[in-house]
């Protein structure tokens, strides 16, 4: 199969010095940011364990082995980019690509190994993304909810689909408790509110299954009476647990590609506030690992000018389009949860328009 693709591609010695020094600048780059990103948060969370009197083994192989695969996925398109700008820099800077155009190899033809490259980090970032990551997030909010004390807050202001007809409001639910506040549940006929259910706290019992009712009203619409009671306590069941109750933005960080689809769907069923950025969740797993081959093709068009001031020029300028980059992400998903842009579209936003400068360079640059 792999030489049928390189005989494809017409894949020479100078296609895998390239992509031998593609793929080793990424893994370098890695390794040398993964490292410094973990001096960082030692220091910035070294009292947070120890205030918890969090073990070794559990800060290492609980939060350290699962935060370094998260950063990984969360910042490969930079590092990426980053490895790009240097090794293409010094080809530039050395007159390697010079003498590569001068031989007769075209620069969009120079580009090949560089997407073979790309291709092989985005698909790496593929899996880690859809597959890895997720079962990482479960270690690492594990780690957090039994050693750092503040971790688990409670959630406010919860709106919840019970069935077709019938809507749960809690203004406040603590999770290690399981006590919700200022309970709310109604049932919709077709004009009006023909039952509503209130109290000020609902308490979920894990022995039976079922929920307890404390200082609340009921009121029902039977025709054209209106019945009201109170009660002090009142065991009911619902068609939902605390496991509905418990899910918030990062919920989805904890679920594969396809446990998150399934996922999604429910929610948007229920009804749930937080569908857009569980939405945004599942296509910055597709965003990230296209953006990989997109800010490859980028660098090297940076890149690959020769400049008399030599490596340090290529980097500036590409440190500060990779802080653009971003920042643009940012953006983009704020307006997507706060605006009225689709939660979709926002993620791609930084790739699309890292396309659009990616054609304007090639067709610029100096070939």
Not at 82 to 87: A, C, D, K, Q, T
């Amino acid at each position: 199969m792999f030489k049928k693709i390189r005989g494809i591609l017409q894949w020479n010695i100078l296609d895998s010095y390239i992509l031998k020094k593609f793929l080793g600048s990424v893994t370098y780059s890695i390794i040398l940011l993964m490292a410094i990103i973990i001096v960082v948060d030692i220091s910035e969370n070294l009292q947070h364990f120890l205030d918890n009197n969090a073990p070794m083994s559990a800060v290492i192989t609980g939060y350290y082995l699962n935060f370094i695969p998260y950063f990984i996925n969360l910042f490969i398109p930079l590092f990426t980019f980053i490895s790009v700008i240097w090794f293409t820099s010094k080809l530039s800077v050395h007159n390697e690509i010079v003498a590569i155009l001068n031989g007769g190899v075209s620069y969009y033809r120079m580009l090949v190994p560089y997407i073979v490259g790309a291709v092989i980090v985005a698909f790496c970032a593929l899996i880690l993304a859809n597959f890895v990551v997720p079962k990482t997030n479960q270690g690492m909010h594990k780690f957090k909810e039994t050693y750092l004390e503040n971790y688990a807050v409670a959630r406010i202001n919860i709106h919840i689909k019970n069935s077709a007809n019938s809507y749960i409001y809690l203004e406040r639910w603590t999770k290690t408790e399981k006590t919700g506040y200022q309970f709310t549940y109604e049932v919709l006929g077709e004009h009006t509110i023909d039952y509503k259910l209130s109290a000020q706290r609902i308490v979920y019992n894990e022995d039976k299954k079922n929920w307890t009712l404390y200082a609340g009203k009921e009121r029902r619409i039977i025709g054209d009476q209106e019945i009201c009671s109170t009660f002090e306590q009142k065991d009911t069941v619902f068609n939902i647990t605390p496991v509905d109750l418990n899910q918030d933005v990062f919920v989805s960080e904890t679920m594969s590609t396809p446990e998150l689809n399934k996922f999604i769907q429910e929610e948007k069923e229920k009804g749930s506030t937080f569908v857009d950025q569980y939405v945004i969740e599942q296509q910055r797993r597709l965003a990230n690992p296209f953006g990989t081959i997109i800010m490859t093709i980028f660098a090297v068009c940076v890149s690959s000018r020769k400049t008399r001031r030599g490596v340090g020029v290529h980097l500036f300028i590409g440190m500060g389009l990779a802080f653009s980059f971003v920042f643009f992400q940012q953006i983009s998903t704020v307006f997507s949860v706060q605006g009225n842009m689709p939660p979709g579209l926002g993620t791609w936003i930084p790739n699309i328009i890292c396309l659009v400068l990616c054609v304007i360079l090639l067709r610029s640059t100096p070939k």
